[in-house]
C-alpha cells in the first residue's frame, strides 16, 4: 500500500500543474499618448482602414457613432483629439455598443478616453459611440491604430474632422500620420566575430569559457570596445530566434538599458530596448545607435553597433563609464515578436565597467544558493528518507539487536529522518535568501516546498510524543506517522520535478526528467521486490505451520534466507542510490 500511494500520488500531482499562457488583451494604456504600438517596427504609410461617423456636426451632450472598418485586423486603437492640436490630450469619451469586440481605456487618468480591442481575434468591423463633452473643441479629428499583425500596423489613422454647428471652417493643414522614423542604416557583417583579442582590445563575455565563435558555431560572445568616446558592440550565438543583453544595477530583471538582435524570416534587426520588470521589454527608437550591421550563417546570428559612451538627454540609455552586471540571453522570435528566453540568462559573477580596460569574464545562468538548494533537497528526500523507509518497513527483523537503548534499525531509521529534516531546513532558507523574500515567478514549486517543510518538521515531532508498544493510541500514532510521511514524500517528489524546470537551477532537460523518473522507478522497484519477498516468506512459514514439521526451527531456516536476501538488496540498492546522487549532484556542480 506504502508503494501503491508513493507511486500514484506523486505521479497524479506532477501531471496535473500546468501553465497557463497568456494571450494579448487590448489594454494598451501606455501607448494612448503616441498612439504607436511597441512592437519595434516600423509603421506602414499608406492606410487600407477608414474611419466613418453618423454625423458631420455636434454639439455638447450629443452622442455620435463611429465605425472603424476595412481589411481584417487584430488590433486598434481609437481616439478623438483637437483638430487644431493632434499632439495633445484625447477629446471627450466612448461607450462601447459591442463589449465583446472592444473595451474602453484609461488615458490621462480619465476612463473611457480611448477605445481597444479585447482579443486578437480577427475583425473587420467595430461600432462606438463618441460623447461630446461641455468643454469640446470647436473641431474635433478621429485618429486610429490598426494592426493587422505584429509586424504590421498604420499609426494615428486620419478620420473625419466633425465642427459644432457655428464654428470657422476648419483650415489648418492636416499633419496626422506620424512621420516615419529616420532609421540609421544597416548593414552586412562579411566576416565572423574572433575572440583572438578578448583580454587586450576587447571586454569579452563568453559561454563556455574561452570558446570562439569563429571556430565554435556554439559560442555565445559578447565583446565590447572602445574607440574614443563610443562602444563598438558585437553579439554572436546559435539563435534562431533573438540574442539579446542588458546592463543592470543589479541580478534581477527591471529597469535595464537592454539591446536586442531579432530574426525576421533572413533579416535582423537590431533594436535597443528598456526593461521595465520581468515582462516584454519596452522597444525605443534606433537613434542612439550607429554603424549597425548583421549576420546569418550555420544557425548563428551575430549584430554588431556602435554607441556613444555617454547620451545625455537620451532616455532608457545607461552611461558605459559605470559599472553594470551585463545580462546574455536568447529565445524564440516569430513574425518579429519575441517571447521569453529558452534558458536562464547568462549573468557575469559580479559588476563591470565595459569601457575601463579589456578583460575575458565569465558569467553563470544558475548561482550557487539555487545549486546547494537543489542538491540539499535531492540528497534529502531521494536518498536519506529512502533509506529510512525502507529500513523501518522492512529491516526490523533484521537488525534488531539493541545498540545505545534501541533497536539498531530505530537508531540508524531516527537518525536518517532527523538527517532529513535538518538538510530541509537548510536547503528551505537558501532560496529566501537569494531572493530576498517570496518568488512569484517560480509557479508551484514554492508553496509546495512550504508543505513539504512544514510535514519535515512535524513527523520528528510526532515521533517525540510516540506512545508506548502495547498504548491503545499506538496504532493512531502509527497510521499518522506513516500517513504524514508518505504525503511528505509524495509532495517532495513532485516539487523536485517541478524545481527541476525552474529556469533559476538551469538543469540540462530533457536529461534531468528521465534521471528523476529513474529514480523514482528505481526505488518503487525495490520496494515491490521486498514486498513480494515478504509475502512469499509469510506464505512458506504458514504453510510449514500447517505441516507441524518444527515450526521453529523452519521459521528460524526462513527468517535467516530472507534476512540473507535482504541485505542482498539493500546493498544493491544503496549502490544504485549512490550512482544516482552522483550523477545528478555532478550536473548541478557543472552549471
Given at each position: 500500500m506504502a508503494v501503491l500511494g508513493f507511486t500514484l500520488g506523486t505521479f497524479i500531482l506532477v501531471l496535473h500543474i500546468s501553465s497557463v499562457a497568456n494571450y494579448p488583451s487590448g489594454k494598451v494604456g501606455t501607448s494612448c499618448r503616441g498612439m504607436v504600438p511597441e512592437h519595434g517596427h516600423t509603421a506602414h504609410p499608406d492606410p487600407i482602414h477608414n474611419i466613418s461617423v453618423s454625423q458631420m456636426t455636434f454639439r455638447p451632450g450629443d452622442q455620435i457613432e463611429v465605425t472603424l472598418s476595412g481589411k481584417p485586423f487584430k488590433g486598434f486603437l481609437l481616439e478623438a483629439r483637437a483638430a487644431e492640436d493632434l499632439s495633445g490630450p484625447p477629446v471627450g469619451s466612448f461607450t462601447l455598443i459591442d463589449s465583446q469586440v472592444s473595451q474602453l481605456l484609461t488615458c490621462e487618468d480619465v476612463q473611457g478616453y480611448a477605445v481597444s480591442h479585447t482579443s486578437p481575434s480577427k475583425k473587420t468591423k467595430v461600432k462606438v459611440y463618441w460623447n461630446a463633452p461641455s468643454d469640446a473643441p470647436d473641431h474635433v479629428k478621429f485618429l486610429v491604430t490598426v494592426v493587422e499583425k505584429y509586424k504590421i500596423y498604420w499609426v494615428k489613422i486620419p478620420g473625419p474632422i466633425i465642427s459644432q454647428p457655428n464654428a470657422l471652417p476648419f483650415t489648418t493643414p492636416e499633419a496626422t500620420r506620424a512621420p516615419l522614423s529616420t532609421f540609421p542604416p544597416v548593414s552586412h557583417l562579411t566576416k565572423s566575430f574572433s575572440a583572438s583579442d578578448c583580454g587586450n582590445k576587447k571586454f569579452?563575455?563568453?559561454?563556455?569559457?574561452?570558446?570562439?565563435?569563429?571556430?565554435?558555431?556554439?559560442?555565445?560572445?559578447?565583446?565590447?570596445?572602445?574607440?574614443?568616446?563610443?562602444?563598438?558592440?558585437?553579439?554572436?550565438?546559435?539563435?534562431?530566434?533573438y540574442l539579446s543583453f542588458a546592463f543592470s544595477h543589479d541580478r534581477w530583471m527591471g529597469d535595464d538599458d537592454a539591446y536586442l538582435c531579432i530574426r525576421e524570416d533572413q533579416t535582423v534587426h537590431i533594436q535597443p530596448s528598456h526593461l521595465t520588470g520581468r515582462s516584454h521589454p519596452v522597444m525605443d527608437s534606433k537613434g542612439a545607435l550607429e554603424d549597425l550591421a548583421w549576420r546569418l550563417a550555420d544557425g548563428v546570428m551575430q549584430c554588431s553597433f556602435r554607441r556613444n559612451i555617454t547620451l545625455p538627454g537620451v532616455k532608457n540609455r545607461f552611461d558605459l563609464n559605470t559599472s553594470y552586471y551585463i545580462f546574455l540571453a536568447d529565445g524564440a522570435a516569430d513574425d518579429g515578436q519575441i517571447y521569453k528566453h529558452s534558458q536562464q540568462p547568462l549573468i557575469t559573477y559580479e559588476k563591470y565597467n565595459v569601457t575601463d580596460y579589456p578583460r575575458n569574464v565569465g558569467g553563470s545562468r544558475s548561482f550557487f544558493l539555487l545549486k546547494a538548494h537543489g542538491a540539499l533537497m535531492f540528497v534529502a528526500w531521494m536518498t536519506t528518507v529512502s533509506i529510512g523507509v525502507l529500513i523501518a518497513r522492512f529491516f526490523k527483523s533484521v537488525w534488531s539487536k539493541a545498540f545505545f537503548g534501541q533497536a539498531a534499525w530505530f537508531q540508524v531509521h531516527r537518525m536518517l529522518m532527523l538527517t532529513t529534516t535538518a538538510l530541509t531546513c537548510i536547503a528551505f532558507v537558501l532560496p529566501f535568501v537569494y531572493r530576498g523574500g517570496w518568488s512569484w515567478y517560480a509557479g508551484y514549486h514554492p508553496s509546495l516546498g512550504c508543505i513539504v517543510m512544514i510535514l519535515a518538521v512535524l513527523q520528528p515531532l510526532l515521533a517525540a510524543f510516540r506512545p508506548t508498544l502495547h498504548d491503545p493510541r499506538r496504532p493512531m500514532f502509527n497510521w499518522t506517522h506513516w500517513s504524514m510521511g508518505t504525503a511528505a514524500r509524495i509532495i517532495a517528489v513532485a516539487t523536485m520535478f517541478l524545481g527541476m524546470d525552474l529556469p533559476g537551477l538551469d538543469l540540462p532537460g530533457p536529461w534531468k526528467t528521465y534521471t528523476m523518473i529513474g529514480f523514482v522507478a528505481w526505488h518503487v522497484g525495490v520496494e515491490i521486490v521486498l514486498e513480494i519477498h515478504a509475502y512469499r516468506l509469510s506464505r512458506k512459514v504458514e504453510i510449514l505451520d500447517d505441516a507441524r514439521i518444527q515450526i521453529l526451527q523452519s521459521f528460524t531456516v526462513a527468517e535467516a534466507e530472507g534476512h540473507a536476501f535482504k541485505k542482498v538488496v539493500f546493498a544493491v540498492y544503496i549502490c544504485g542510490n549512490v550512482t544516482f546522487l552522483i550523477i545528478f549532484l555532478s550536473a548541478i556542480n557543472q552549471l
Open positions: 569579452c563575455i563568453r559561454s563556455p569559457v574561452n570558446c570562439d565563435p569563429e571556430k565554435e558555431p556554439a559560442c555565445f560572445f559578447l565583446s565590447f570596445t572602445r574607440d574614443d568616446q563610443s562602444v563598438v558592440v558585437e553579439m554572436s550565438g546559435p539563435s534562431k530566434g
